[in-house]
């Protein structure tokens, strides 16, 4: 088998919020075509992790290399371009377009992006609501209308939000699904997850945050070993 081929390296990542210092020098490595979970209660710094490599922060620094290019200085529109796109957990759904409009309105940043007909056969429910408003969806629609608009743009490295809350058992399913339809595709995904249970199957490698910084990293044949570590970590 070939070596794994590395698309994101993070090192001695620091991010700030104002005068708040909330990552303390987090490391993590991504290789292509991966799905890696960040574990963590909530405050250990796994959405501010996420929206460091997209420079969503106040202010950064350390190193954030993406397909072995340093990004730390750039802007957000220029790490966007090497194919990155996230999902925020309030989805941001313009109420004032409908779901397909919705689906329309980010830009194109890289080539071979998902047609609209492949996305609706991916998520049947957005193609019956392509004409409601957006946020007449149901949340489980907003969801998928939320990953299906970054599908659109050619993004392959994908960040997500805790994308499976609060959503009924058969939504998380079929966003389970489409994970796996997507690693199959070779897209890279980084998961952000309080749902233990959905990650747990999906995920090649996890890191368990807490404070601001990487206390465990390990992979899925390993999370068996792991459980009581999680537990304590997380309740799980």
Known sequence: MSEPQEF??????????????????????????????????????????????LGLVGRRTGSVKINGQETI??????????????????????SALTCEENLLLPPVIAPNGMSVDEIYEMFPNLLER????????????????????????????LLLDEISEGLAPVIVQTLARMILALKAKGFTIIMVEQNFRFAAPLADRFYVMEHGQMVQGFTAAELPDKMALLHEYLGV
């Not at 392509?130 to 490295?157: C, H, N, W, Y």
């Open 8 to 53: 994101l390296r993070v090192s001695n990542l620091h991010a700030f919020y104002g005068e708040s210092h909330i990552l303390h020098g987090v490391d993590m490595t991504v290789n292509q075509g991966e799905v890696v979970t960040l574990l963590g209660r909530n405050g250990a710094g796994r959405t501010t992790t996420v929206k460091s490599l």
């Open 130 to 157: 392509r004409d409601s408003p957006g946020t007449r969806l149901s949340g489980g629609e907003q969801q998928m209308l939320a990953v299906g608009r970054i599908l659109r743009t050619g993004a392959k490295f």
């Open 73 to 94: 200085t750039w802007a957000p529109h220029q790490i966007a371009r090497l194919g990155l796109g996230y999902c925020p957990e309030e989805r941001g759904i313009f």
